[in-house]
């Protein structure tokens, strides 16, 4: 059975022989702020992709590099024993690495490339190309555009716990 993406050929030309690859399908698997790393490396490819078609920029090097920016195959766990606030900057200074090591091992890869995959998390690493600081913009808004859906989640919960916690009083 063929499968369907939401995405153009163009973008899919690039995208396939990386988001099909056994070790990359492994983030399907990894959570990322409200779905998964997988689904976040796609969203984050494709709105880089456009920008850069846009721009006439280094369209298959943004692609690729911004699908491997986070290729670290890991779930980062927040310990409860443990400062969120450290290990989270832990993980934001080591997982470019990880992922740069990752890609490397499955991918060959270009400067642009690499350089998107290590300096995405500025201000912990500095973009050299356009590219790269359209995939860490890119990165920046899809998570503050993911966090917002899951807080908002998170509130719409919690107010529909207290109304029917209070319509449920005011019944008895």
């Known amino acids: 059975m063929e499968k369907r993406y939401k995405y153009d050929n163009c973008f899919l030309d690039v995208a396939i022989p990386i988001i099909e690859h056994e070790e990359y399908q492994k983030m399907k698997n990894i959570p990322h702020h409200h779905g998964c790393v997988y689904d976040h490396c796609l969203d984050v490819a494709y709105f880089s992709y456009k920008v850069a078609l846009r721009f006439n920029l280094d369209v298959e090097s943004t692609i690729r590099g911004a699908l491997l920016h986070d290729f670290y195959l890991y779930k980062f766990k927040k310990a409860k024993d443990k400062n969120v606030l450290v290990e989270g900057y832990r993980h934001s200074r080591t997982h470019p690495q990880i992922a740069i090591t990752n890609a490397l091992k499955y991918f060959q890869l270009n400067d642009k490339e690499k350089d998107i995959i290590k300096n995405h998390m500025f201000p912990l690493g500095f973009p050299r190309s356009t590219e790269a600081w359209i995939t860490t913009l890119a990165d920046k808004m899809l998570a503050i555009v993911e966090y917002s859906s899951r807080l908002r989640s998170y ?18």
């Open 155 to 172: 509130f719409q919960l919690k107010y529909y716990r207290i109304a029917f916690a209070t319509s449920n009083k005011e019944n008895e």
